[in-house]
């Protein structure tokens, strides 16, 4: 059985920073891409970056460019999410995914098939 299950989120202020944490078992993702999309109450389920299998090309919402980073550690079939200047309007369920059909990253989350149980991150003002 496939399970990715998140870790890191919080409560933090405005300006602080947070990193996310996916761990998957079950199978590998070494080969295949990952992401993460957020999501909060009322709104659909929103992109916020992905990573190739390789690490080396990823992709960013224009929301959390330059603030964000995505990285993976494929030894410890893992992503991570390195959240600086967290600002109030990045408050929401994070959810961490994978995809067993694509190599590069996606930012439709209709292209991935495995999907955490969310970890909340909440940035007060």
């Known amino acids: 059985q496939v399970q990715l299950v998140e870790s890191g989120g919080g409560l933090v202020q405005a300006g602080d920073s947070l990193r996310l944490s996916c761990a998957a078992s079950?199978?590998?993702?070494?080969?295949?891409?990952m992401g993460w999309f957020r999501q909060t109450p009322g709104k659909e389920r929103e992109f916020v970056s992905t990573?190739?299998?390789?690490?080396?090309?990823?992709y960013y919402a224009d929301s959390v460019k330059g603030r964000f980073t995505i990285f993976r550690d494929n030894a410890k079939n893992t992503v991570y999410l390195q959240m600086n200047r967290l600002k109030p309007e990045d408050t929401a369920l994070y959810y961490c995914?994978?995809?067993?059909?694509?190599?590069?990253?996606?930012?439709?989350?209709?292209?991935?098939?495995?999907w955490g149980q969310g970890t909340q991150v909440t940035v007060s003002s």
């Open positions: 079950g199978r590998t993702f070494s080969s295949h891409a």
């Open positions: 990573i190739d299998w390789s690490g080396t090309a990823t």
């Open positions: 995914a994978g995809t067993n059909r694509y190599a590069g990253g996606s930012l439709n989350r209709r292209d991935y098939d495995y």
